[in-house]
């Protein structure tokens, strides 16, 4: 704590062509603020050239809050990633996307959860906003929110869509964003996967919701099937790197993705008639080839969009 005994809190969000980041500012300045807090914005601009910069400090004026605008090229989010967490010198660091709206109360619960939880990282769920002419199984199997998910009753990786952690953690200080995957998607589950094999501790805050609409080109099945596959891709990687030079324990990985992937292909066949239990198994499936692909050597794609 600073000797203003002040907690001070850096908001980051990175951004990349996005003209929705205006309203997503725009709901930072309805924000509940202790008067106990120091609140600064931190905006990363990810482009190749400062297109974002006219929108973003127009935009973060209005809130009302102290801000930094950061133009930190190209087309990586994890050099944007990283040059919030170098720009920042808050007690606690917050990254929300470019295309999200926080409630409210959202600071206010991160925090709560984060001081009596006694916790380095919390959590928020990302709630989708479905449009009208979305498919109705998507819109009722809400596929596209985004919550943490727990490993015997622990939560062991994270994501930047809605997060605040402390900076200074003993597991997180230093840490950055791995550059090689800032193209391919995963770069956060990494890196919150490492703080929690470092001792640090992830909580969750139902509270602190912040919402995302979702747009059109990703309200297919096709666009979902390769997200899942990504992530897969994603875990086969941590697997690998977690496995080192051990070639049994490659070969154990392997087999039970192998096995994983079969019996959810299985599944899915089995389901052919029931259209949500297909696609859930269906999607079940490519999460599970994702992990098969990356362990025999296949590069991470890149997403479309």
Same mark, same amino acid.
């Given at each position: 704590? /600073?000797?203003?005994?002040? %907690?001070s809190i850096?908001?980051? !969000?990175c951004t990349?062509?996005r003209?929705?980041? =205006?309203?997503?500012?725009r ?7 202790? /008067? ?12 190749d ?5 006219? $929108?973003?400090? @127009? ?9 930094t605008?950061i133009?930190?090229?190209?087309? &990586?989010i ?5 040059a ?8 606690l !660091?917050a990254?929300?996307?470019d295309d999200?709206? !926080?409630?409210?109360?959202? %600071? #206010? ?12 990282? +919390?959590?928020?769920?990302?709630r989708a ?5 979305? /498919? ?6 809400? *596929? ?7 490993? &015997? ?8 869509? &809605? +997060? ?6 003993? @597991? ?7 550059a090689?995957?800032?193209r ?9 996967s ?11 805050a /139902?509270?602190? $919701?912040?919402t #995302?609409? *979702?747009p059109?080109?990703?309200? &297919? %099945?096709s666009?979902?099937?390769r ?10 990687l941590?697997? $690998?790197?977690a496995s ?10 392997? *087999?039970? =993705?192998? !096995?994983?992937?079969f ?9 052919v008639?029931h ?8 999607l079940r ?5 994702? +992990? *098969?692909?990356? %362990? ?6 890149e997403?479309?969009s």
């Amino acid at each position: 704590m /600073p000797a203003t005994g002040k %907690l001070s809190i850096d908001i980051c !969000v990175c951004t990349f062509r996005r003209p929705h980041l =205006a309203d997503t500012l725009r709901s930072l300045a309805q924000l509940r603020i202790n /008067p106990g807090w120091r609140v600064n914005l931190i905006i990363a601009d990810n482009d190749d050239t400062a297109s974002a910069r006219e $929108l973003a400090e @127009s935009a973060a004026r209005d809130t009302g809050l102290a801000y930094t605008y950061i133009h930190a090229p190209a087309r &990586n989010i994890s050099i944007a990633r990283n040059a919030c967490l170098n720009k920042a010198t808050g007690d606690l !660091v917050a990254f929300i996307d470019d295309d999200e709206l !926080v409630t409210p109360e959202w %600071l #206010e619960a991160m925090v709560t959860a984060y001081e009596q939880k006694n916790a380095d990282v +919390v959590l928020g769920p990302v709630r989708a906003e479905y449009a009208a002419d979305c /498919p109705e199984w998507m819109r009722k199997a809400d *596929v596209h929110s985004t919550r943490p998910s727990w490993v &015997n009753g622990k939560i062991i990786t994270g994501y930047t869509s &809605n +997060v605040l952690f402390n900076r200074t953690a003993k @597991s997180i200080a230093g840490l950055r964003f791995r550059a090689d995957l800032g193209r391919t998607g995963g770069e956060d589950t990494v890196f919150f996967s490492t703080i929690c094999k470092a001792g640090g501790r992830i909580t969750y805050a /139902p509270e602190a $919701l912040v919402t #995302e609409e *979702v747009p059109a080109n990703r309200a &297919n %099945l096709s666009w979902l099937f390769r997200r899942r596959y990504r992530s897969g891709q994603t875990h086969g990687l941590l697997l $690998l790197e977690a496995s080192g030079f051990g070639l049994l324990r490659r070969i154990e990985n392997f *087999v039970v =993705a192998e !096995v994983k992937a079969f019996f959810c292909f299985i599944m899915t066949l089995l389901t052919v008639w029931h259209l949500d239990r297909m696609r859930y198994w269906l999607l079940r499936s490519a999460l599970h080839m994702g +992990v *098969v692909s990356r %362990l025999l050597g296949r590069k991470i794609i890149e997403p479309r969009s």
